[in-house]
């Protein structure tokens, strides 16, 4: 079973500083098939980047995706007020076919 | 646009049925994936199965012995059925698409039902 690993737990940044958002694979995941969501308070999960590094649309381009196999990162290059949330990585592919890591909160500093 | 919209009882009882519909607006229920995640109070996602409409299903394993959906093309509905529930099972349950070439990602969501299981 794949186990999707995001890191750090809570990051604590000012807005127009730079995120760095770390999600890691115990395997690889399946053609770079891992995503990234947002999630505010009381809302539905939003996605912003599929296939690692496409944004969905809408998505302001401060957000970008990266990596291959067991390594992916978000990052968000000078944060808005409204970032501040919980992200989410997903893989597809593997088993189970979809997981999510546990999470990152990005909060106000 | 496609938006999806979850209804269906907020609280079961215990080893009872929970049971949940999608009613799908905008689109035809036909020709996509159609997904259930779930998320207890202040956790993370868990994602519960994905169908296709022609009747295809993929399970997660943790609840696969469960859980039981079904598609409704003349009401634009998809419904999700998992029995036996306990507390663990208390959540905001979430529909979800997607319209990407390949369903590995889901860029519609409902705005999700909260389901209690309590006596």
């Known amino acids: 079973e794949i186990v999707l690993t995001q890191s750090p737990g809570t990051l604590s940044l000012s807005p127009g500083a730079r995120a760095t958002l770390s999600c890691r694979a115990s395997q690889s995941v399946s053609s770079s098939y891992l995503a990234w969501y947002q999630q505010k308070p009381g809302q539905a999960p939003r996605l912003l980047i599929y296939?690692?590094?496409s944004r969905a649309t809408g998505i302001p381009d401060r957000f970008s995706g990266s990596g291959s196999g067991t390594d992916f990162t978000l990052t968000i290059s000078r944060l808005e007020p409204e970032d501040f949330a919980v992200y989410y990585c997903?893989?597809?592919?593997?088993?189970?076919?979809?997981?999510f890591g546990q999470g990152t909160r990005l909060e106000i500093k | 646009q496609v938006q999806l919209q979850e209804s269906g009882p907020g609280l079961v009882k215990p080893s009872e049925t929970l049971s949940l519909t999608c009613t799908v607006s905008?689109?035809?229920?036909?020709?996509?994936?159609w997904s259930w995640m779930r998320q207890p109070p202040g956790k993370g996602l868990e994602w519960i199965g994905y169908f296709y409409h022609s009747g295809s299903t993929n399970y997660n394993p943790s609840l696969k012995s469960r859980v039981t959906t079904s598609v409704d093309t003349s009401k634009n509905q998809f419904s999700l059925k998992l029995s036996s529930v306990t507390a663990a099972d208390t959540a905001v349950y979430y529909c979800?698409?997607?319209?990407?070439?390949?369903?590995?990602?889901?860029?519609?969501w409902g705005q999700g039902k909260l389901v209690t299981v309590s006596s």
């Open positions: 979800a698409t997607t319209t990407l070439m390949v369903p590995d990602a889901f860029d519609i």
């Open positions: 997903q893989q597809y592919g593997n088993s189970p076919l979809i997981t």
């Open positions: 905008g689109g035809s229920i036909g020709g996509n994936f």
């Open positions: 296939g690692a590094s």
